[in-house]
């Protein structure tokens, strides 16, 4: 079978990978630790830095990680259940932003959410943050806002390190690194 | 052979079943037929397959992605 439009030219990549997660909702963490856990498959020395609202991303009780349509309106809000016409339907664009200030209107979307990503394949975040230790990717909070947001060290998944933005900088690649 | 099978999951995992799936086979003739349904698969597991300096080869596109993997010696 022909799969020349499968080959991909292996330059050489840069031998490490940076990540700084800034972000603290649920919908930014998948694309931390999705790249993340590929770069560390891929024999990729990874350095992921958590700051400000990116540490509740490795905190071990995950349940405040959430997702919310309000102010963000890039994300689709569809029903992963019911009809097929149904599901179709990006609530987001139809519902004025309002609604998304409802009590409730946040763990509804997080449960959609949850679902969807389910749905498609891909695995809770506990386990996905789980693979990303396990292949090898260091992981460093920010201890200046550690203490700034009144966590204490044990809140924080076995495997995370402390240690301030001088320390990553020393650990970290010259040229390549991602803001989320 | 080795049969992995990685339907339906979506990226990142078919790349990290992949890896530990080789990590658990250390032999040199470990020869891996992987199933999976994440289209992105196409690209992705040659891609990683040259990077690692692995053999591979398109078996199937549908409705099931195989591919046949293999170290070169």
Known sequence: ?180 | MIELDARALACPMPIIKLKKCLAQNIAQNTHILMQLTDKSGLKDIPAFCQQQGLGFELLEQAPVIVFKIWRVV
């Open chain 1, 1 to 180: 079978m022909d799969i020349i439009d499968n080959k991909v030219e292996v330059q050489n990549a840069p031998s490490q990978f940076s990540l700084i997660q800034t972000k603290g909702t649920l919908d930014w963490a998948y694309p931390a630790f999705i790249l993340a856990s590929t770069a560390a498959a891929m024999d990729k020395e990874v350095e992921m830095f958590f700051t400000f609202y990116g540490l509740k991303t490795i905190l071990k009780n995950s349940h405040s990680l959430k997702v919310s349509p309000l102010g963000n309106p890039g994300m689709s809000i569809k029903s992963p259940v019911g009809p097929e016409w149904l599901k179709q339907v990006d609530w987001n664009q139809i519902l004025p932003g309002l609604v998304w200030t409802l009590p409730g209107a946040s763990r509804l979307a997080t449960w959609g959410f949850k679902k969807q990503m389910l749905m498609q394949g891909q695995v809770p975040i506990e386990e996905l943050r789980a693979v990303c230790l396990e292949l090898g990717v260091r992981m460093t909070a920010c201890q200046m806002t550690v203490d700034l947001m009144g966590y204490d060290t044990t809140e924080f998944i076995d495997g995370v390190g402390f240690a301030g933005a001088a320390t990553y900088f020393t650990q970290t690649p010259e040229n390549q690194s991602l803001l989320i």
